[in-house]
Structure formats: structure tokens, C-alpha cells
């Protein structure tokens, strides 16, 4: 079994940043891409960022030069460092991993619980 959790989501003012983590723990045998999604409730989830395990990103267009992803595949973790936050920004922020585990021997696409992001002065 595995599992990924979020943290690092709060309350910041528009134009602060935030950075937010996740951790994949269980029977993890190697980890392909990593992505962040955002939801505002009535909302379909939207993708934020990406990296291949190779370290390729890719980037929606409303984060552009703003938010930074990154990962560290010795902790089996990803960041995503989120600078100028704006109140449009204020959502659930969801990890996802596509993770080859040792049981299965299969990828198993797995996501976090969430962590709010709420961007307000």
C-alpha cells in the first residue's frame, strides 16, 4: 500500500508566498511523474505543474513564472514553491504521483487528501 500527503498549505496575503510538500510512504519502488492539481469547490481539478522523474517540467499558463515545482527522489517527495499568490490562487492544491510499487509490480496512480491554499488580506 502507499500513500502521498500534503503539507504546507495556510493563509497568506496577496503577494506572499507559500510552499507546499508531499511524501509518498508504503511499498514505493520507483516514482514517475509528479504533479500538483488545484480545485475551488463547483470546479473541475485543474493541473498546476508537473515533473518527470528526469526532471522535466511543465507548467499551466496561469502559474508561469510564478510557482516553481521540484522533487527529490531520494526522499520520494515533491515541492512546489508558490511566489506572488494572488486571491484567484485560493484553492485545494492535491498531490499526485504515478508510483511503481514493490506489491503490485504495477504504476498506481495515487493522490493526496489535499491541503487548502486560502490567499486573502
Known amino acids: 500500500q502507499v500513500q502521498v500527503e500534503e503539507s504546507g498549505g495556510g493563509l497568506v496575503q496577496p503577494g506572499g508566498s507559500l510552499r507546499l510538500s508531499c511524501t509518498a510512504s508504503?511499498?514505493?519502488?520507483?516514482?514517475?511523474?509528479m504533479a500538483w492539481y488545484r480545485q475551488v469547490p463547483g470546479s473541475q481539478r485543474e493541473l498546476v505543474a508537473s515533473?518527470?522523474?528526469?526532471?522535466?517540467?511543465n507548467y499551466s499558463d496561469f502559474v508561469k513564472g510564478r510557482f516553481t515545482v521540484s522533487r527529490d527522489n531520494s526522499k520520494n517527495a515533491q515541492y512546489l514553491q508558490m511566489n506572488s499568490l494572488q486571491p484567484e490562487d485560493t484553492a485545494n492544491y492535491y498531490c499526485?504521483?504515478?508510483?511503481?510499487?514493490?506489491?503490485?509490480?504495477?504504476?498506481?496512480?495515487?493522490w493526496g487528501q489535499g491541503t487548502l491554499v486560502t490567499v486573502s488580506s
Open positions: 499526485h504521483m504515478r508510483i511503481f510499487t514493490v506489491t503490485t509490480m504495477q504504476n498506481l496512480e495515487v
Open positions: 508504503g511499498t514505493v519502488f520507483s516514482i514517475s511523474t
Open positions: 515533473i518527470t522523474r528526469d526532471g522535466e517540467v
